[in-house]
């Protein structure tokens, strides 16, 4: 490798990690780091209310939903 290709390949990677991340994604953007994953297990009827609020909260994201328990 040259001097010269390796030289701007560095400025470019530190470059990279100096900028930040709402230059990159635009304003608003959240990163996935900045997302908390939520499972929602055993919630039943009542947990499904609450569940459609939670889906309106952009730094959550809801991985799972489970209710284990179902009447005969």
Request: some cysteine.
């Amino acid at each position: 490798m040259k001097r010269r290709n390796f030289i701007s390949t560095a400025v470019t990677a530190a470059g990279i990690t100096i900028i930040p991340r709402h230059v990159l994604g635009g304003i608003g953007y959240i990163a996935p780091s900045d997302r908390l994953n939520v499972a929602c297990i055993g919630t039943g009827t009542q947990g499904t209310r609450v569940l459609l609020d939670l889906l309106k909260i952009e730094d959550l994201q809801i991985t799972a939903v489970a209710d284990p328990v179902k009447e005969v």
